[in-house]
């Protein structure tokens, strides 16, 4: 029995319409699966790498079901040539457009490390170590790249000082240098024209009042006695005082084990402040904005010296009786 033309062509748009309905059944089943890992999974996509090994990644670890469907919608929505690279942390239920997104977008993971106030450059790089940003030996080497210090305008031999401590936001394509140039430019953020112009009221250009601060970071207590602390070291400055501060002395101390002796005050060194007059060649910590600020507009005070009272404040005096008088009080009672 001959099928006329008519019935073949029918049963051809049959069969056509039956292959669209398993295909699109195929595609609906891949679209519309939502998957939640077994355990959260970190993926890393390097530079440069393939759409097709990414989606192989993805799918070997459970976080689509099917590569060669990953690809096929990639491609619809035009977006092969526009992932990022990066480390990707995948723990929530996604479809797989979810998925797709957080690739173009470049929503990599996301660590936070955090420079406290008063640190040095020393103890910044183990930071950064222990972020898994660089080593310590590197990120110590580019802060004290020549040419990084002319361009900054830094007049010693490193960038000490002028790290800012806070707390910056990192991720797997976070370099050492671009974490270094944050830390620069959020210093040239807090230096704003109004404390530059506080500072130079008071005979501080940029680099001396980061110097300043740095002292001021370390000897204070608490923010609230930075500006009389600044003011004490504005005095002796003003007075050709020494400012005899011993986080300075610390700071180039050789064989320093948290001891602080005579010795150490006796030893000339350009960073011992018993010894020599006026500031140090450069800062000896990250000073925060407090100190900063303290520095760049101290306190109106007489004093010229101050003790710990041994519970995080000082006793500040304007003459050596009353100094004297205080160290006895609260240094020397037991």
Same mark, same amino acid.
């Given at each position: ?19 669209? !309905? ?24 390097? &530079? ?72 040095? !450059?020393?103890?910044?790089?183990? %930071? ?29 031999? #490193? ?31 807090? !230096?704003?024209?109004?404390? !530059? ?24 207590? #608490? ?33 320093? #084990?948290?001891?602080?002796?005579? %010795? ?5 060194? &350009? ?15 990250? &000073? ?47």
């Amino acid at each position: 029995m001959k099928l006329r033309p008519g019935k073949l062509l029918a049963s051809f748009f049959v069969l056509v319409g039956i292959a669209l !309905l398993v295909v699109g059944l195929w595609w609906q089943a891949f679209v519309a699966t939502v998957i939640t890992p077994t355990q959260p999974q970190i993926v890393v996509i390097t &530079p440069g790498t393939s759409f097709t090994h990414t989606a192989l990644q993805l799918e070997q670890v459970g976080v689509i079901s099917d590569a060669r469907r990953f690809a096929l919608l990639a491609r619809w929505h035009q977006a092969t040539g526009k992932i990022h690279a990066g480390e990707y942390l995948f723990e929530a239920a996604s479809g797989p457009k979810d998925i797709l997104d957080r690739l173009v977008a470049g929503d990599v993971r996301k660590s936070q490390v955090t420079i406290p106030e008063g640190l040095n !450059l020393k103890e910044i790089s183990v %930071r950064i170590e222990q972020a898994g940003i660089s080593s310590a030996a590197e990120f110590l080497a580019l802060t004290e790249d020549p040419e990084l210090c002319k361009r900054m305008g830094v007049e010693t031999s #490193n960038l000490e000082g002028y790290l800012f401590p806070e707390t910056y936001t990192v991720d797997s394509g976070t370099t050492p240098a671009k974490l270094l140039q944050l830390m620069l430019t959020q210093l040239q953020v807090q !230096l704003t024209s109004d404390l !530059l112009d506080k500072a130079r009221e008071h005979g501080l250009n940029r680099h001396q009042l980061i110097t300043l601060a740095s002292i001021v970071q370390k000897e204070a207590g #608490n923010v609230m006695e930075m500006p009389l602390i600044a003011a004490v070291f504005h005095n002796r400055l003003r007075k050709g005082i020494p400012l005899q501060a011993d986080p300075t002395v610390i700071y180039d101390a050789a064989n320093y #084990n948290g001891n602080l002796t005579r %010795r150490h005050l006796e030893t000339s060194t &350009p960073y011992n402040t018993y010894r020599k007059r006026g500031l140090p060649p450069g800062p000896i910590a990250s &000073p925060g904005l407090a100190a900063l600020a303290a520095t760049a507009d101290p306190a109106a005070s007489n004093s010229l010296y101050f003790v710990s009272r041994g519970d995080g404040t000082h006793q500040f005096s304007a003459t050596l009786k009353e100094h004297n008088r205080a160290v006895r009080q609260y240094q020397l009672r037991h």
